[in-house]
């Protein structure tokens, strides 16, 4: 039941909740910056880039630099992210965040992704497995979604495609194709 805590998070259940996808899971190493690792790859992938082991570990590492630069170095910019900084105080103080997201086995969440969907412009989608909500199905329900307000590429106009990951509920994700 602790998945059903991101629902519970963003505003209480959603009908989404009874709407089933299917999708392939593309495993995600769990070295602690997995959730990183997953939205690193899935833009790569969105763009047709594949990306070597050694260049999902940095990008996965950029991601979680930007987001401390934003959150722990910039007062002027943390302002602007203050939905994040309240999913962070929530749970720890400012001072311990910003200790614990220089290191590389730095677990993302909910802040994290608050920060990177804008700071990207990247459409984010969070899904757990139908049979952890129905007990039973092999597809996966939507529980969270970030940057939807980002929807196409201005450059070109197309429309950009949201990156989906699988929370597993034991602090980790994996990235759905």
């Known amino acids: ?29 769990g070295d602690g910056r997995c959730m990183f690792r997953a939205l690193a790859k899935g833009m790569a992938k969105n ?39 309240i999913a962070i105080t929530v749970e720890q103080s400012l001072k311990r965040y910003c ?14 992704f608050l920060v990177l969907s ?11 497995p139908e049979r952890e909500y129905h007990g039973r199905g092999n597809g996966f329900i939507p529980i969270a979604e970030y940057g939807l307000e980002f929807p196409k590429n201005s450059k070109n106009w197309k429309k950009k495609a949201p990156v989906r990951l699988l929370y597993s509920g034991r602090n980790h994700y994996d990235l759905l194709i």
Request: glycine residues 6%.
């Open 47 to 85: 763009k047709g880039i594949p990306l070597t082991p050694r260049e999902e570990v940095q990008d996965a590492d950029d991601l979680r630099m930007a987001v401390k630069e934003i959150i722990c170095d910039s007062e002027t910019e943390r302002q602007k992210f203050e939905e994040a900084v």
């Open 118 to 128: 804008r700071l990207c412009r990247q459409p984010i989608i969070i899904y757990i």
């Open 99 to 112: 200790q614990r997201i220089r290191r590389p086995d730095f677990w993302g969440g909910e802040s994290e």
């Open 1 to 29: 039941m602790q998945n059903l805590f991101l629902v519970c998070r963003r505003g209480g259940w959603s009908a989404a909740l009874n709407k089933v996808e299917h999708y392939g899971v593309q495993r995600v190493t």
